[in-house]
């Protein structure tokens, strides 16, 4: 069955939180996992505006920390949908540093999860097409489906703790 498209705009979300002591290690900084608990979350939360169903993350693409979030900072993840495929959906996951004081804001990480839409059995299911308003917005489907793309070449990983004896 062939779901109505939605809008980028449709599903736009932004999670925030006061980063506090039990956030932060011994110099202040909040931890990374933390950091990445409120992405998954924003991401989750898109993808499911969008579906209108329970997603799983499949994958998040590398997340690079360029600077840090000190407690007592504000952290704004702004979320929003890049592409949509048959059951996958693209988001990207800004995250903003605010000092809340002296209203200064710093972008502290990009990351891209991938979602897939589930079924009552949990078995991945249809999701929307995804309509384009805006230049940017184009663009960003461009890149994602440049990403879905590496994502699906076959990768020969020399780990060695995969290694089978």
Known sequence: MQKSPKTVAESRFTLSALMGPLDANLHGNVHGGVIMNMVDEAGALVAMRHARAPIVTVAIDSMTFMHPIRVGDLVLC??????????????????????????????????????????????????????FETPAEEARANEARQRQEYRQQPRIYDNPWNKRE
């Open 78 to 131: 702004n979320a929003e949908l890049t592409f949509a495929g048959r059951t996958l959906m693209d988001v990207r996951v800004q995250v903003i540093g605010e000092h809340p004081l002296e209203g200064i804001t710093t972008v502290t990480n990009i990351a891209y999860l991938v979602c897939v839409a589930l079924d009552q059995s949990g078995q991945p299911t249809p999701v929307p097409p995804l309509i």
